[in-house]
T-cell receptor, first 112, second 116 residues
Framework: DAGITQSPRHKVTETGTPVTLRCHQT?????MYWYRQDPGHGLRLIHY???????DKGEVSDGYSVSRSKTEDFLLTLESATSSQTSVYFC???????????FGEGSRLTVL | AQSVTQLDSQVPVFEEAPVELRCNYS??????LFWYVQYPNQGLQLLLKYLSGSTLVKGINGFEAEFNKSQTSFHLRKPSVHISDTAEYFCAVSDQGSSNTGKLIFGQGTTLQVKP
């Protein structure tokens, strides 16, 4: 357990509104990740971070931005939400010793 | 770039029967391999992983997987399933390169449905 907390756990919003999802870790792991989960697609990487203020794009980064101002917090922002961004979002961190990723319980976002 | 294919989207099986969930991967470099399980409305939990060494890997809850480099496969097996094994299972790969960022590429998932 790498102590990941995601908030909010559920959110309903309207098209065109900004949305921020927060991921907080109690560990001091360097690497953190945001994935989205959709039926038939498994989990796809949106963005990841390898340190404070160090981030990079994943395979489905369009329409998303991230920020990491502190080791423990990794924020995912949808500047203008669209219906195609309705999904379940998972944050993860990585134990560099074992290579294992630990996941939060997910944030379910519905964009109407 | 890596990719992962899970060959079955759903696998129904009766309780106490054996099960195999199939996973094939594609990569131009050496890889690490993982199986994760997701119970309803929860996050993902690591079942087992292959980093190096013995190609037969044992994990939690009685699961095991075998790394086959020539067939680029990493199939998950359990000799006798329980109702509580009903969940979605994900195979994942990450590269071993020097710039390894630990990014996991996931398969599409396989839903294991154990029937009484």
């Amino acid at each position: 357990d790498a102590g990941i907390t995601q908030s909010p756990r559920h959110k309903v919003t309207e098209t065109g509104t900004p949305v921020t999802l927060r991921c907080h870790q109690t560990e001091n792991h360097r690497y953190m990740y945001w994935y989205r989960q959709d039926p038939g697609h498994g989990l796809r990487l949106i963005h990841y971070s390898y340190g404070v203020k160090d981030t990079d794009k994943g395979e489905v980064s369009d329409g998303y931005s991230v920020s990491r101002s502190k080791t423990e917090d990794f924020l995912l922002t949808l500047e203008s939400a669209t219906s195609s961004q309705t999904s379940v979002y998972f944050c993860a961190n990585r134990d560099r010793t074992t290579g294992e990723l630990f996941f939060g319980e997910g944030s379910r976002l519905t964009v109407l | 770039a890596q990719s992962v294919t899970q060959l079955d989207s759903q696998v129904p099986v009766f309780e106490e029967a054996p099960v195999e969930l199939r996973c094939n991967y594609s990569s131009s470099v050496s890889v690490y391999l993982f199986w994760y399980v997701q119970y309803p409305n929860q996050g993902l939990q690591l079942l087992l992983k292959y980093l190096s060494g013995s190609t037969l890997v044992k994990g939690i809850n009685g699961f095991e997987a075998e790394f086959n480099k020539s067939q680029t496969s990493f199939h998950l097996r359990k000799p006798s399933v329980h109702i509580s094994d009903t969940a979605e299972y994900f195979c994942a790969v990450s590269d071993q390169g020097s710039s390894n960022t630990g990014k996991l590429i996931f398969g599409q998932g396989t839903t294991l449905q154990v029937k009484p």
